[in-house]
Every structure is written in C-alpha cells, then in structure tokens.
C-alpha cells in the first residue's frame, strides 16, 4: 500500500528514506550513558563491514552492546548472530577495544543484514514520506502492523530461537506483543519518531508503545488492532493515541511500567517520567479509519455507530 495526499500532483518528488543503523531514543539516554550510545555506534559501523573489533569506552559499555535486548531493539538482524563470548579463549574486552564473535559465517551475515536493511527500507518507503507529520508516520506504520502481521498463539517463550525477536517478527509477519511493539518503535525510530517500548505484569502481562510528539506521551498498541485478530479488514484506532488513563482503563496497569532496554527494566527504579495526559486526539472503542487528508490534517474516521466522524490532527 502507498499512502497518497488528497493533492492531485506533487511538485516535486520526495527523496527516499534511507536506512538509518544508528536508531536512537532520548528517553533512554536519561538512563543508559552516551559513552554506551558512541559504542554501539561503532560496534554497528564495525559488523556492517564484517569487522570484528570496534572502538568502545568500557567493560560496562561492551556488555550492554551485547546485550540480546539491545541488539533486539537496535540491531535485529545482529541479534544472536554476533556474541561478546569468545570461544578461542581471546579476550572479548580489553584496553578499548571490544571484540565481535560472529556465529555464523561473515559472509552469510553480511547477506542477511544487507537483506534486513533493504527489506526495511522497502517497507517505510512504501508508507511513509518525508515530509509527513509524526502522527502521520505513527498512523502510517500503524496500518503497516495491522494489516500484515498474525498473532502466534502457539508461541513458546521458553523454547529458545535461532534469531533475535524483533528479526523473526519481521521476517515470518508473527509474533507476540512484545515481538510487535519492539518492530514497531524499529520502524518510528527509522523514521526520527520517539518510540519506546513499555509493558505491565499485571493485571495483564502485555507490551505496547509509548510514542512522544511535540512534547507529548501517548500510548499505542499495534498487537490488540491486527486485522487477523479482529477479524475484520477494518483498520481499527481505539488502541491508537491513548492516554494514560485510556490505557489503564483497558486493563493496562500504567502505574507500574517496565521498559526492556532499561538497565532496571522497571521505570520506578529510574528518574525517567513517562507521562501520557493529551486526550485529544483518542478516538472512542471501535472506531475505525475512513481516509486521511494530509493536505488540510483531518483524519476521517467511522464510529461504533457507523457514522463518519473527521478528527483535525493539525497540531501533530
């Protein structure tokens, strides 16, 4: 699918997006050192050329590199394809310099990152333009997990996989909640939109996305909206743009969030503020999407009752 403007031509054709191995969040940089950031940066330049050592600051920056989480949500075609454990008895971390121990043989993981990269690219350029609003970008990529993606009701999160989650989501279109929002937040953070994952334990133990635009939090759930799921063709909204107490009011327990690529894993052990209190922009249970004028920023929508409705997005 290719979103299209109500605007007959343009003048002018946008640039491409073009992959961006360096995805980043602001929020988690409240918590996790830019010495750590500058070192995966290296780490990612490093294997993207089937190097394998890198420039990095420390022992502490090293294991986070490695981290399967971190290498999930920044790097998944690494994921579980690159290790920090030697096994030739060399020395993973020493004098700055970290070492990558590839599992599977350099040349296949080039061609499986190359493939990723481009696959990923494919994807947002089939959605999303340049000069598109975060909330349209949100919007867009929305209908992207949606429509293609099938929940595994058959999964087993003990049984270990061959790849990273956020990889195997991507390339087999299944997963679970927390396969799908990390796939998300990858794609908004390919994009420059703030995207991080969060979850609860209780009363449900469910993960979804907190997305922040102009300023503000909002809560978005790309697993509770697959068309699959729902059984409907449908693009339904009432999980898009929630705030807290939306959130809560689902069943969500907000007051007690996790964020996975935290050092902590849980947000009261940190000085990060996850607040999500714009209501404006939350359509009620059930409502659906008509179409999008991005021209005048009105988003058309159908409401439980089956009457069109119109939401101005302008401010986002």
């Not at 590839?102 to 499986?112: A, G, Q």
């Not at 996989?161 to 279109?173: E, L």
């Not at 894993?265 to 000085?271: E, G, Q």
Request: glycine share 6%.
């Amino acid at each position: 699918m290719r979103w299209v403007s109500t605007q007959t031509a343009q003048s002018i054709s946008q640039e491409p997006f073009e992959f961006n191995p360096h995805p980043y969040s602001s929020i988690l940089a409240q918590e996790i050192p830019q010495d750590y950031w500058d070192s995966f940066y290296n780490m990612v330049d490093a294997f993207r050329v089937g190097a394998d050592t890198f420039e990095c600051s420390s022992e502490e920056a090293y294991q986070w590199c490695m981290k399967l989480s971190t290498l999930a949500n920044l790097a998944p075609a690494a994921c579980k394809k690159i290790t920090g454990e030697s096994n030739d008895g060399s020395v993973p971390y020493e004098n700055g310099v970290g070492h990558i121990y590839y599992t599977i043989p350099v040349d296949e993981f080039l061609s499986r990152e190359s493939i990723f990269e481009r696959d990923i690219v494919n994807v947002i350029n089939g959605y999303v333009e340049k000069d598109d609003t975060d909330f349209e970008k949100c919007l867009k990529l929305y209908d992207y997990m949606e429509c293609y993606y099938d929940y595994d009701h058959d999964v087993n999160l003990d049984v270990p996989t061959s790849d990273g989650y956020v990889y195997a989501a991507f390339m087999n279109h299944t997963g679970v909640c927390i396969d799908f929002a990390a796939l998300y937040i990858y794609l908004l953070r390919q994009v420059g939109v703030e995207a991080n994952p969060v979850g609860c334990d209780s009363p449900v133990n469910h993960e979804w996305v907190y997305v922040t635009i102009n300023g503000q939090g909002y809560h978005i759930d790309p697993t509770w909206s697959l068309k699959s799921t729902r059984g409907s063709d449908l693009l339904f909204l009432d999980y898009f743009m929630m705030s807290s107490n939306v959130r809560q009011d689902t069943g969500c327990n907000v007051d007690n969030l996790t964020m996975q690529m935290l050092p902590g894993y849980w947000i009261k052990y940190t000085t990060i503020d996850l607040p999500a209190t714009d209501g404006r922009y939350y359509l009620d249970q059930y409502s659906y999407f008509i179409s999008l004028d991005e021209d005048n920023k009105i988003l058309y929508y159908g409401n439980a009752d089956g009457a069109t409705c119109s939401l101005n997005y302008g401010d986002l």
